[in-house]
């Protein structure tokens, strides 16, 4: 399992960020995806889940501001954030679980500041 995220960057508050993450090594299609983040000082938490269907699920405090998605044709799922605040600096992970292993990618860092 191989996970490469890229799009992070340092952005103005209000300002947007396009995240991606491209899988391989696994039957992308058939996976459930997770996006993460990792404040400095703080526990990893999630972000936003995409289900095989399509179906998503956020976090409060990004609900009505990111999106989700997933390509199935290119093996890639996006994080498209929008309306970025100071407190959504992290570093963001992509991840997959298969079987029990939880996989995860290098991360990508985001800084919203002025």
């Known amino acids: 399992v191989q996970l490469v995220e890229s799009g992070g960057g340092l952005v103005q508050p209000g300002g947007s960020l396009r995240l991606s993450c491209a899988a391989s090594?696994?039957?992308?299609?058939?996976?459930?995806m997770n996006w993460y983040r990792q404040a400095p000082g703080k526990q990893r938490e999630l972000v936003a889940t995409i289900s095989v269907p399509g179906s998503t699920m956020y976090a409060d405090s990004v609900k009505g501001r990111f999106t989700i998605s997933r390509d199935n044709a290119k093996n890639t799922m996006y994080l498209q954030m929008n309306s970025l605040k100071p407190d959504d600096t992290a570093v963001y992970y992509c991840?997959?679980?298969?079987?029990?292993?939880?996989?995860w990618g290098q991360g990508t860092q985001v800084t919203v500041s002025s």
């Open positions: 090594g696994f039957t992308f299609s058939n996976s459930p």
């Open positions: 991840n997959v679980v298969r079987g029990w292993v939880s996989n």
